[in-house]
């Protein structure tokens, strides 16, 4: 089996910062695209930030210059390093990962969810 676990969110003031990690574990072969969602109340879960099993990125416009998102691929493991953060950021963010495991099956992990919110 193959599990991902977020950790690292929390309470935090405007133009604050936070880093969100994300652990895959289990009988994994190999890890492809890594990514970081979102969703607010009431609003679609939303794509924050992807990282190819390379060094490829790709981010929401409204985190652009404010998140980045790194990854330890001998850890098995992405980041989100947040930054400047804004009340609309406030949402639970999920990390998803596509996985191939050791018995040749691919498939797309999520994790539980770690809630971030901004607020004075």
């Known amino acids: 089996q193959v599990q991902v676990m977020e950790s690292g969110g929390g309470l935090v003031q405007p133009g604050g910062s936070l880093r969100l990690s994300c652990a895959a574990s289990?009988?994994?072969?190999?890890?492809?695209?890594m990514a970081w969602y979102r969703q607010a109340p009431g609003k679609e879960r939303e794509l924050v930030a992807a990282?190819?099993?390379?060094?490829?990125?790709n981010y929401a416009d409204s985190v652009k210059g404010r998140f980045t998102i790194s990854r330890d691929n001998a850890g098995n493991m992405v980041y989100l390093q947040m930054g400047g953060l804004k009340f609309e950021d406030t949402a639970v963010y999920y990390c998803n990962a596509d996985i191939w495991d050791r018995l040749s099956k691919r498939d797309t992990y999520w994790g539980q969810g770690t809630q971030d919110t901004v607020s004075s």
């Open positions: 289990g009988m994994i072969y190999r890890i492809n695209a």
């Open positions: 990282i190819t099993s390379g060094t490829n990125t």
